[in-house]
């Protein structure tokens, strides 16, 4: 069993679609810890809808959380505080896939933050799209990991920007699995096209 780690330079760069893609290439598990907002339409069931195997598992997050902010935030709004204690990985012989939320110094309560949920063990794949700001906010993340021992890869979302992901690959050497174009639209069979090319470079 291996355990894949998704985060992302910032929100909204497409962690979940990238997650769902992962999940339906090696049939794995997945896992959202912390969840803030949209718990009709949450994230694990976004990707339990656009994942074709019949393999995958989606379990229930750890924290709940109504309101969409960072989880701290969230938390204190229903008197609550998060601790790592409670967020147990749930117990598989699967491959797992864990989706953090935003980027990895998103606070979960006064001292710990999403890269506290991250273990040695876990291969971590860093999410990265296009932005003003983004060559900043991904060599920030990405050398963060780096020095901490993980093992990292990245995938691009969006357009490609040639110059910056040349850059950022001088800068950090690490492995690319793979890019998510902007798509029409993201649906199972979307997703299973992904799922395949990026099967070969996923570790």
Request: with cysteine.
């Amino acid at each position: 069993m291996k355990t894949y780690f998704v985060t992302g330079i910032s929100t909204d760069v497409g962690k979940t679609i990238a997650s769902a893609i992962i999940v339906e290439a090696l049939e794995a598990d997945y896992f959202k810890p912390v969840q803030a907002g949209e718990l009709d339409n949450c994230d694990t069931k976004k990707v339990n809808r656009l994942v074709s195997n019949s393999k995958s598992t989606f379990h229930s997050n750890s924290y709940a959380l109504q309101t969409p902010m960072s989880p701290h935030g969230a938390a204190e709004l229903e008197n609550l505080t998060i601790e790592l204690k409670n967020i147990k990985r749930p117990k598989t012989k699967n491959n797992l896939i864990i989706e953090g939320a935003g980027g990895l110094m998103v606070p979960l309560n006064n001292s710990e933050t999403i890269l506290d949920l991250i273990h040695p063990i876990d291969k971590v794949i860093v999410v990265s799209r296009h932005y003003l700001g983004s060559i900043n906010h991904t060599l920030l993340t990405v050398n963060t990991l780096k020095e901490k021992g993980f093992d990292v890869s990245i995938i691009y979302s969006g357009d490609e920007h040639k110059s910056t992901e040349s850059i950022i690959k001088k800068m950090t050497g690490v492995q690319v699995i793979g890019r998510i174009n902007d798509e029409p639209y993201f649906d199972k069979n979307v997703i299973k096209e992904y799922a395949e090319i990026f099967k070969k470079n996923l570790k």
